[in-house]
């Protein structure tokens, strides 16, 4: 589905691997090693390769919030905007905020690269813990609001609950 009612990107949401995307630039939802762990960043680094590690080595790691990129190596995407998302304490230590940058960072990531087309993952909402209609909600705000040249946002749920919730946001009035 599309939402062509704002003037920032285009948003539409899907469901399944995010590794198979052929967008500009896949998000990939790391730890603050960069160095690959479970879930969707075990993923990315299946699918990419080797290349991919070798070339996070290099990258000193990442806070909290912030988004560094590389390039997709054996993925279609040509880029990987790896971002690190916070753990979910119970919603009074910045969690919002904190997620919330992880969208705009790896927005403002894509931008510095040319990137037109980026997808993301729902940051945070697996081994992290954010309720995943919370963090839904951020997204979709972090990337109505994100000044960006970016041109399509595409979000890619793991299952159909959570594509449902991507759904009922991005139909209803921007906030
Ligand atoms: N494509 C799209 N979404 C996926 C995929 C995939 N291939 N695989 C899982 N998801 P998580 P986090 C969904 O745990 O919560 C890692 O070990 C998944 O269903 O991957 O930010 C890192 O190294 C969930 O909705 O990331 C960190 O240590 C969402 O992706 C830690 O986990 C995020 O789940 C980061 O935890």
Not at 80 to 104: K, Q
Not at 138 to 167: G, H, K, N, P, Q
């Amino acid at each position: 589905m599309n939402d062509t009612s704002h003037t920032g990107p285009a948003l539409d949401v899907t469901t399944g691997d995010i590794t198979t995307e052929q967008v500009d630039a896949i998000v990939n939802a790391a730890n603050s090693s960069l160095l690959g762990g479970g879930g969707v960043d075990g993923a990315i680094h299946r699918a990419a390769g080797p290349g991919l590690l070798d070339e996070c080595r290099l990258l000193g790691g990442c806070d909290t919030g912030e988004a560094k990129t590389t390039k997709g190596h054996r993925l279609p995407a040509t880029w990987i905007i790896h971002t690190v998302g916070p753990y979910w304490r119970g919603g009074d230590h910045g969690e919002a905020e904190l997620l919330a940058s992880c969208y705009s960072s790896s927005l403002a990531r894509a931008d510095e690269v040319g990137a037109r087309s980026v997808a993301f993952p729902a940051i945070s909402t697996g081994v992290y813990g954010y309720p995943s209609d919370l963090a839904a909600a951020v997204a979709v705000d972090a990337v109505r609001s994100a000044a960006t040249s970016v041109e399509l946002v595409r979000f890619v749920c793991f299952d159909d609950e959570t594509r449902r919730l991507y759904e009922q946001l991005l139909t209803s009035p921007k906030r």
